[in-house]
């Protein structure tokens, strides 16, 4: 009798198995497409702002153009962020995922890299820092104007006044 109650325990545990395999490509089929819907938002993205300064080469004035760009950038930052924890995700699902030094695909449990060697945080949320998007350097330069403006503008009083001077 136990026989058949054996066989009955081992057949359910199959079939939890595979309903949780195909539950998992399900999910990394929607997220693989989930990514590519971003990957095609950040081109139009990249089309506005080309459009955008050949324009600005055409226009008299200037100045909202700078803005139209300035969005555009700032809207591709969001999706670049998307994309990048769909992609943790996605490495997740295979229980894997992505060394923040050198961007290898590892196991999800390793403490250290096998590639690099390099320590790996515990916390699955580390991994979100990391910006697994070659454009992002782009981006920053295209913002550091901004960036420049901001710290300006939360300079210290010293600071300020040393500005103050060298504009004068
Ligand atoms: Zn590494």
Same mark, same amino acid.
């Not at 998307?82 to 992609?87: L, M």
């Not at 050198?102 to 060697?117: D, F, L, Q, V």
């Given at each position: 009798m136990e026989i058949f109650e054996r066989i009955g325990e081992? @057949?359910?545990?199959?079939? =939890?198995?595979?309903? *949780? =395999?195909?539950?998992?490509? @399900?999910?990394?089929?929607?997220?693989?497409?989930?990514?590519? *819907?971003?990957?095609?938002?950040?081109?139009?993205?990249?089309? *506005?702002?080309?459009?955008a300064v050949y324009r600005r080469h055409l226009a008299t004035t200037k100045e909202n153009f700078d803005e139209e760009i300035q969005n555009a950038c700032e809207e591709i930052d969001k999706i670049s962020k998307?994309?990048?924890?769909?992609?943790n995700e996605l490495l997740s699902l295979k229980d894997r995922k992505?060394?923040?030094?050198?961007?290898? =695909?590892?196991?999800?449990?390793? =403490?250290?890299?096998?590639?690099?060697?390099?320590?790996?945080?515990?916390?699955s949320k580390e991994a979100e820092k990391e910006v697994n998007n070659e454009n992002k $350097?782009?981006?920053?330069? $295209?913002?550091?104007? *901004?960036?420049?403006n901001a710290i300006a503008t939360n300079a210290t009083e010293e600071e300020k006044a040393s500005n103050d001077s060298n504009e004068a």
């Open positions: 081992v @057949a359910s545990q199959t079939y =939890k198995y595979t309903t *949780e =395999k195909a539950d998992k490509i @399900a999910r990394e089929t929607k997220l693989k497409m989930k990514m590519n *819907e971003n990957k095609s938002k950040i081109e139009d993205l990249y089309n *506005e702002i080309g459009e998307e994309i990048e924890q769909q992609n992505q060394c923040p030094n050198c961007h290898e =695909k590892i196991e999800k449990e390793a =403490k250290y890299c096998s590639n690099c060697g390099m320590e790996q945080a515990q916390e $350097e782009e981006i920053k330069n $295209e913002n550091k104007s *901004e960036t420049n």
